[in-house]
């Protein structure tokens, strides 16, 4: 069956590198949009971006200068890459994916990110 | 961006009663397409956001038919017909039609 799981560093220290681990099961990264959303206590859902089945990327304007989305399609891996960190990421970051036009159907249980010194 | 005003933000409901929520977009969010990406989801303590309803109306595999969406352009609503006590949570709409996605701030449903 369909499985999202995301794997995360806990801790990240201010201005350091947020790295984040999707994998999934129980369907093809080749076949359909990866979602990355995040919940912060400071604005709640937000929407990150996705990477396309075919392999290409969009992101959300609010992050897009410091934000890197990638996979390992071999792997079931789906990446997340934030840089410059600042407390006010700490939140939990979720993947998700649907397919079309039921986008978000299947969500991760999310991991937790603490930006602190 | 496109702003999702959802009200109310708390809603306090007994089981069997029927409530409904409003989520009003800053935008129109008919697409080009013929669409409407509007979405619902239920987020349980502690648990990941649950996808409830697509395109506006579309009922997700394995949700309850107690829950229904409806409406068009800028003005959306979810209902429950029959809070059952499992219904408590937060609830989101969420639109898709114009990047970036956002999402609603919230109603949050108490169960008396």
């Known amino acids: 069956q369909v499985q999202l799981k995301e794997t995360g560093p806990g801790l990240v220290q201010p201005t350091q590198t947020l790295s984040i681990t999707c994998t999934v099961s129980g369907f093809s990264l080749t076949s359909y949009y990866m979602q990355w959303v995040r919940q912060t206590p400071g604005k709640g859902l937000e929407w990150m971006g996705f990477i396309r089945s075919g392999g290409s990327t969009e992101y959300n304007s609010e992050f897009k200068s410091r934000l890197s989305i990638s996979r390992d399609t071999s792997k079931n891996q789906v990446f997340l890459k934030m840089n410059s960190l600042k407390t006010e990421d700490t939140g939990v970051y979720y993947c998700?994916?649907?397919?079309?036009?039921?986008?978000?159907?299947?969500w991760g249980q999310g991991t937790l990110v603490t930006v602190s010194s | 961006d496109v702003v999702l005003t959802q009200t109310p933000s708390i809603l306090s409901a007994t089981i069997g009663q029927s409530v409904s929520i409003s989520c009003r977009s800053s935008q129109s969010l008919l697409d080009s397409d013929g669409n409407t990406y509007l979405y619902w989801f239920l987020q349980r303590p502690g648990q990941s956001p649950q996808r409830l309803i697509y395109l506006v109306s579309n009922l997700g595999s394995g949700v309850p038919n107690r829950f229904s969406g409806s409406g068009s352009g800028t003005d959306f609503t979810l209902k429950i017909s029959g809070v059952e006590a499992e219904d408590l949570g937060v609830y989101y709409c969420m639109q898709a039609t114009h990047a970036p996605l956002t999402f609603g701030s919230g109603t949050k449903l108490e169960i008396k």
């Open positions: 998700a994916y649907g397919q079309f036009p039921n986008w978000f159907a299947y």
